[in-house]
T-cell receptor
Framework: GQQVMQIPQYQHVQEGEDFTTYCNSS?????IQWYKQRPGGHPVFLIQ?????EVKKQKRLTFQFGEAKKNSSLHITATQTTDVGTYFC???????????FGTGTRLKVLA | SAVISQKPSRDICQRGTSLTIQCQVD?????MFWYRQQPGQSLTLIAT?????????ESGFVIDKFPISRPNLTFSTLTVSNMSPEDSSIYLC???????????FGPGTRLTVT
């Protein structure tokens, strides 16, 4: 079945450093979503990417969807302590209605 | 956006018993999803619940263990039956947003089975 992997599993950064998490799907995706889950919280939707090669920005966050629509990345510039949490990608394969969540990347930001 | 509530927020249960988790949405939605998230892990889809039809279960999850009801377009329940310690997890319901571009999650039910 479809699998979605993320690397790294964990990342500790100093405040102000950049951070990137990578998401790789075993199958071609129709679209991909990104979520942030704070410790003790529930996943909160960040963005959806649909087009091959699409790049979207939200303030310090940059999201990319690969040309082959099998991978994606989230880059955070100049991390802040408020960025702490686990970032999940979730991919939907063509012809399906459900999203498969990636393994997640847990980010810790050291002040 | 959709506002989702879940009850209970947490529970500690004895093995062999069952717990029913409720999910209430503030707007009508076609599909509701139930996920399980074990400590420190990702989200695993248990089943999709459509109003007026049987839920669709993912591989590894069966109706006898996780019966689901969907009596109307704003409400669903998930029962965890004959619980064992391996069922200790956070159970989350979610719905698609009105634009279909996002999912909204409930706050989750933290279940501990002793």
């Amino acid at each position: 079945g479809q699998q979605v992997m993320q690397i790294p599993q964990y990342q500790h950064v100093q405040e102000g450093e950049d951070f990137t998490t990578y998401c790789n799907s075993s199958t071609t995706l129709s679209n991909i979503q990104w979520y942030k889950q704070r410790p003790g919280g529930h996943p909160v939707f960040l963005i959806q990417l649909v087009k091959s090669g699409e790049v979207k920005k939200q303030k310090r966050l940059t999201f990319q969807f690969g040309e082959a629509k099998k991978n994606s990345s989230l880059h955070i510039t100049a991390t802040q302590t408020t960025d702490v949490g686990t970032y999940f990608c979730a991919g939907k394969a063509s012809g399906t209605y459900k999203y498969i969540f990636g393994t997640g990347t847990r980010l810790k930001v050291l002040a | 956006s959709a506002v989702i509530s879940q009850k209970p927020s947490r529970d500690i249960c004895q093995r062999g018993t069952s717990l029913t988790i409720q999910c209430q949405v503030d707007s009508q939605v076609t599909m509701m999803f139930w996920y399980r998230q074990q400590p420190g892990q990702s989200l695993t889809l248990i089943a999709t619940a459509n109003q007026g039809s049987e839920a669709t279960y993912e591989s590894g999850f069966v109706i006898d263990k996780f019966p689901i009801s969907r009596p109307n377009l704003t409400f669903s329940t998930l029962t965890v039956s004959n619980m064992s310690p391996e069922d200790s997890s956070i159970y989350l319901c979610s719905v698609d947003g009105s634009t279909g571009l996002e999912q909204y999650f409930g706050p989750g039910t933290r279940l501990t089975v002793t």
